[in-house]
Every structure is written in C-alpha cells, then in structure tokens.
C-alpha cells in the first residue's frame, strides 16, 4: 500500500496545509510563503496521520453540497478556499469573511459568511512538532 505523501492531496487540501505551516512556522519570511522554499523544507515532515486527518476534513467540508456552492458564489477557487478553511475553522481573524468587502453583491457576502459560520463550526485544529520531529494536527 502506498504511503500518502503531501503532493497525493487535492489542491484545496495542499492549500489548507499550507495555511497551517504559515501560521506555525516562527521562521516564516515576510512575502510570498509558498514561494520561499519553507513549504518545500516542511511538508515532507508530516506525519501520515497528520495528512489523512487533512485529507478527510477537507474532503467532508468539500462535500457538503451547500459549501461547494458557497465558495462558487464567493468566486474562490479551491487553493483560496483551502487557505480560509485553515484560518476560519481556527479562528484566526481572518479567512472567508475577509473574502467579502462593503462592495461585494449581497449574494457574495451572504456565501462568505455561511462558510466562515460553518468553517467555525468544525473546532480548532492545532499543528504541532511531535518528539520525533514529525508535524501533526491535534
């Protein structure tokens, strides 16, 4: 049976954990953090269970059919909707309602805010480096 590596998960998956590293990583550069070579330096540090556990929570946010139109309307793609559901479900201060502005049609705002409401929904989940170096999800 095949080991799940970080480059088998679906791009809204990458992207959730992505989020989290940023928001773990005390030597994160100030730029762009996918394109400073930390995501390449920490992702192979996962441990399986961390990405399995990844995988099912976004994969069951995604299948939630009312989600999956949420983020149509909100015009997000699945990297942006992966990043949210990282910083929205933690409570960051940020994430789908920072998607939305004054300007945004109602329609939009109402879809930001429903994602964000049931990202909160689905508690918080901490990233954290195991006795032996590995990253997990709590």
Not at 36 to 43: F, I
Not at 104 to 118: H, M
């Amino acid at each position: 049976m095949k080991t799940l590596t970080f480059a088998d998960l679906t791009p809204f998956a990458r992207a959730y954990l992505i989020c989290a590293l940023w928001t773990f990583d005390d030597e994160a550069p100030s730029g762009d953090f996918e394109t400073s070579g930390r995501v390449e330096e920490l992702s192979p540090l996962f441990h399986e269970g961390a990405l399995e556990s990844a995988a099912n929570d976004c994969a069951a946010f995604m299948r939630d059919p009312r989600n999956a139109a949420r983020i149509e309307t909100a015009g997000l793609n699945e990297e942006q909707a992966g990043h949210d559901f990282w910083l929205s479900r933690n409570g960051h201060g940020s994430g789908f309602f920072d998607r939305c502005d004054h300007n945004s049609p109602d329609t939009v705002a109402k879809a930001c805010n429903e994602l964000q409401a049931d990202a909160r929904g689905w508690g918080e989940s901490d990233l954290y480096r195991g006795d032996d170096g590995l990253l997990y999800l709590s």
